[in-house]
């Protein structure tokens, strides 16, 4: 667990994806974080057949004690908001059932997912011409490229999840809804790394990394409810 502490360790876990690299090029296919201050002890699988041995072995209400920082945002902080029904993720129990039952059998079923293939083709379309527009004399992309796949993720799920267009790829503001939703995602997930797998300060009292992690949630949340009231809106209008 020393290789997690800051100055002595050799894992830098602003960037989640790269320890977890390094973990499984070093370790292997299993791989066990031992002896971590205030934290459980954890098991990372990295072979498919693993996860699906893991996945069909659990029984009707699985125990998945994960991400405590966003454990304690849903429950604690803005159990106002989200009340006993707060997803599949950070939940377990009968309250992970109630919720996963409502939603994996129009989710799971192949012919269910035809029906987006032409918006999401639509969205990638759109994808492929916005390219083309920001390419340089050199016909390369931009620096800030990763943004523009971002976009395009965001507006292909709000076609699917809520029948709605964002506009991610015109050419807008930096402080759109879009771009701060965008912004938002990538600190939620360049932060929860130091929250689930440093010394748990934030427990303690509100860190400047807690603070931007709870920031970020909230623009998640106040953006996310504002497109998800146009599509309730739109469907009660369409009867």
């Given at each position: ?24 090029r070093e370790f292997g ?119 523009e796949i971002h976009k ?80 309730m809106k739109d469907i009660?209008?369409?009867?």
């Amino acid at each position: 667990s020393w290789r997690f502490l800051p100055f002595v360790g050799t894992y830098e876990i602003e960037r989640l994806d790269t320890v977890l690299w390094r973990l499984h090029r070093e370790f292997g296919d299993i791989v066990k974080i031992s002896n971590m201050l205030g934290r459980p002890d954890m098991v990372f699988l990295f072979d498919p057949r693993d996860i699906e041995t893991i996945f069909r072995s659990e029984e009707k209400l699985p125990h998945r004690p994960s991400m405590p920082s966003l454990n304690y945002y849903k429950h604690v902080m803005r159990k106002d908001y989200f009340g006993e029904d707060a997803g599949v993720i950070a939940v377990h129990g009968e309250s992970w059932y109630k919720f996963r039952r409502k939603v994996q059998q129009p989710l799971m079923q192949p012919k269910t997912a035809q029906l987006y293939i032409p918006s999401i083709e639509e969205s990638a379309d759109t994808f492929v011409e916005r390219i083309r527009k920001i390419r340089d004399h050199n016909s390369e992309v931009t620096d800030d490229f990763l943004n523009e796949i971002h976009k395009w993720g965001l507006e292909s799920i709000a076609n699917v999840a809520l029948n709605v267009r964002l506009g991610c790829f015109d050419d807008k503001a930096s402080d759109s809804d879009t771009q701060l939703l965008i912004d938002a995602i990538d600190t939620f997930f360049s932060n929860v790394g130091n929250l689930e797998l440093k010394i748990p300060f934030w427990r303690l009292f509100n860190t400047p990394t807690w603070n931007k992690y709870v920031n970020a949630l909230d623009t998640i949340m106040r953006i996310t409810q504002k497109y998800i009231n146009q599509s309730m809106k739109d469907i009660e209008a369409k009867g």
